[in-house]
DNA sequence: ATAAAGTGGATAATTATTATCCGCGTTATA
DNA sequence: TATAACGCGGATAATAATTATCCACTTTAT
């Protein structure tokens, strides 16, 4: 029981995006590249963000994608959501209906608990946001965005 | 991102060894059959609970498997962690060293959230116990519990 | 001795996740 | 107006995780 990793690259990819001047676009491969994540795969998970109106795309020759929301209103919990997709952590197997040999199929002992704890963990990764990210990153780790920034001017495009 | 169907086979499993009388036992395969589970993988499943101290096995003929632990010590979060393990559900992939070329490996962003949320998530698994779902069961169903109780009586050992 | 149980290792089957490919639509620009 | 660079969506393959099976072995009641 892993989360994906595209969840992971697609909230550093938010990231990069959230650094492009307003009315520039960044291609996916650049991104890709960047994050060292497989160009064609990584494409995917753009869609799913794109989907989620987190991003929009752009096509055509200069093309890209850049923020369709401001930072402080992507919350961890909406990339999430994204890539992970809305079906819950558990879903009950069904196995209480054979032990006790029951008529109604589908209850559990264990769905209210769970559905808890899902909630409980979603309520912490809707607690911070990309611009609360895109703090701490600054602070922590100035000249190295700074190159990320210069990078990022080469590659977008207008 | 989904939980093992074993966590919930292994609950519904202790769950039956609760009613178990003193000192008797129940083969590991005459559990599978109740909860419909493929008998092989289920005795696996077993292992795991006897390996985190939930349940003794007795080899021979006569033997099976047996609570170790009283039903008010044994909490979802115990069968959870026995069939999961203790791998955290997110881990790093390491993007953010590709993205800011870093010298230092294993720094990530989400890593102090994701694990903000998991214990969140871990702590309402340990809210409840199978003292507590036995209750559960026994206020919801008791003329199904009481068919189940029977079964016991046909299949247990002492 | 034998039969019924658990144990541990090797291995296969199935499912989920990650990755690739290709033909298509869109758009800037030569 | 042709072309090249991009995103889009479907089909499909590769890989990894999960579930399942098999078998030789130990233990123990009869």
């Known amino acids: 029981m892993q989360m994906k990793t595209g969840v992971e690259q697609s909230v550093y990819a938010i990231l990069i995006l959230n650094m492009l001047p307003d009315k520039a676009v960044l291609p996916g491969e650049a991104i890709s590249q960047q994050l060292?994540?497989?160009?064609?795969?990584?494409?995917?998970?753009?869609?799913?963000?794109?989907s989620a109106n987190l991003i929009t795309?752009?096509?055509?020759?200069?093309?890209?994608?850049?923020?369709?929301?401001?930072?402080?209103?992507?919350?961890?919990?909406?990339?999430?959501?994204?890539?992970?997709?809305?079906?819950?952590?558990?879903?009950?197997?069904?196995?209480?209906?054979?032990m006790l040999d029951l008529e109604e199929e589908g209850c559990c002992l264990l769905t209210?608990?769970?559905?808890?704890?899902?909630?409980?963990?979603?309520?912490?990764?809707?607690?911070?946001t990309i611009a609360s990210l895109y703090e701490e990153?600054?602070?922590?780790?100035?000249?190295k965005v700074q190159l990320l920034q210069q990078w990022i001017k080469e590659k977008m495009v207008m």
């Open 137 to 143: 990153i600054n602070v922590g780790y100035q000249p």
């Open 36 to 50: 060292g994540a497989s160009p064609t795969y990584f494409q995917k998970l753009l869609r799913k963000l794109v």
């Open 112 to 128: 209210d608990l769970m559905q808890e704890a899902e909630s409980s963990w979603q309520t912490v990764l809707k607690r911070q």
């Open 57 to 98: 795309s752009v096509p055509g020759v200069k093309g890209g994608f850049k923020l369709r929301k401001k930072a402080e209103d992507i919350r961890i919990y909406d990339i999430y959501l994204a890539i992970e997709g809305q079906q819950s952590l558990y879903s009950s197997s069904g196995v209480m209906h054979g």
